[in-house]
């Protein structure tokens, strides 16, 4: 694939295609940014962006992961020696999982976001954003029912990181959507560049598909699941037999999150996967394709209890190195 297709991969928008046709012309040397506030192990919604994080680095970019220290103690995550050791471990765990640590930079947000220019420059921001449209940029994110002024102020950095970590891509979860049009509206009033940005899917909540799966709702996979953990939480995923599955009673949108694993973290990592199945019911199917596999679910040659068989294994294999990293930090 060419090197827009491999950026544009499994992404649900970019804003805009142009800037990121521009981007993919040279790729080389661009550099690409996620923000993640540390949280102590990675978990599926990390895997996910670091994914694509990952095919950036095969198409040349430079990756910046910001370990966002003071936005965590905003959304009171903790004091910060507490913040900064987890942020330690999570940049550990990142390697282990496949980040390539020559092409990824990790930064804490306090070497830059308690500077004066920093400082001032936020306050700039601050006077060219009303309260509601910082809530609303928020409100996909805020930990708690009840915006706070730091909450508030929580987005106006996230802007503002774009321009002081110079980056040339903007990478994001579709949560982070309304942060990312915030920036690209204010941040030209500082003489800042508006950010080009690629937002990556959101996998459905695991047991119900329904809205997004979350660690503090529902049930979630992490590197730190025992190999016995994963196969026990995708066993009882909700995998109907088909990727488009009807609407519950109550008129509730649904996702196959079976389905979107496979395509959003197995195939991308592992090019080919093999569902292994006794002779008797056809033998072993392999695919080079997501589409193939979610066709074959849907034809009925793929049983959902052989597909989260083999999810089972690809995602054991994924989990394991992070997983082994977790042990020694915890040792």
């Given at each position: 694939m060419d090197a827009y297709e491999q950026i544009t991969r499994n992404v649900s928008e970019v804003v805009t295609e142009d800037e990121v046709r521009a981007l993919a012309e040279s790729?080389?040397?661009?550099?690409?940014?996620?923000?993640?506030?540390?949280?102590?192990?990675?978990?599926?919604?990390?895997?996910?962006?670091?994914n694509k994080l990952i095919e950036l680095q095969e198409a040349g970019f430079e990756i910046v992961v910001l370990l966002a220290d003071v936005h965590a103690y905003l959304n009171d995550k903790g004091?910060?020696?507490?913040?900064?050791?987890?942020?330690?471990?999570?940049?550990?765990?990142?390697?282990?999982?496949?980040?390539?640590?020559?092409?990824?930079?990790?930064?804490?947000?306090?070497?830059?976001?308690?500077?004066?220019?920093?400082?001032?420059?936020?306050?700039?921001?601050?006077?060219?954003?009303?309260?509601?449209?910082?809530?609303?940029?928020?409100?996909?994110?805020?930990s708690g029912d009840t915006a706070t002024v730091a909450q508030a102020v929580y987005p106006l950095m996230q802007a503002l990181d774009i321009v002081y970590l110079d980056v040339d891509l903007a990478i994001g979860g579709m949560e982070q959507r309304k942060v990312h049009m915030l920036a690209r509206d204010t941040l030209p009033s500082i003489d800042a560049d508006a950010p080009t940005c690629l937002h990556t899917p959101l996998i459905a909540d695991l047991t119900t598909g329904i809205g997004k799966m979350s660690t503090s709702s529902g049930v979630s996979i992490s590197m730190e699941d025992s190999a016995s953990d994963v196969e026990d939480k995708v066993n009882k995923a909700y995998c109907p037999p088909t990727a488009d599955p009807e609407p519950t009673d109550e008129g509730q949108e649904r996702e196959n999150p079976v389905l979107q694993i496979f395509e959003y973290h197995v195939f991308p990592r592992f090019g080919e996967v093999v569902v292994e199945r006794p002779e008797k019911y056809g033998g072993d199917l392999t695919y080079e394709r997501y589409q193939d596999l979610e066709d074959d679910l849907e034809s009925g040659e793929l049983h959902p209890a052989d597909a989260k068989g083999a999810l089972t294994t690809?995602?054991?294999?994924?989990?394991?190195?992070?997983?082994?990293?977790?042990?020694?930090q915890r040792d």
């Open positions: 790729p080389d040397g661009k550099r690409a940014y996620v923000g993640y506030e540390p949280s102590g192990v990675l978990h599926i919604g990390h895997m996910l962006t670091a004091t910060f020696d507490e913040i900064r050791e987890t942020a330690t471990r999570m940049q550990e765990q990142f390697v282990a999982y496949g980040l390539e640590e020559s092409q990824t930079e990790f930064v804490l947000g306090s070497e830059f976001q308690l500077d004066e220019e920093y400082v001032l420059d936020l306050h700039a921001l601050e006077l060219e954003t009303s309260l509601s449209r910082a809530e609303r940029a928020m409100a996909e994110i805020q690809y995602l054991n294999d994924l989990i394991a190195p992070g997983r082994e990293k977790i042990r020694e």
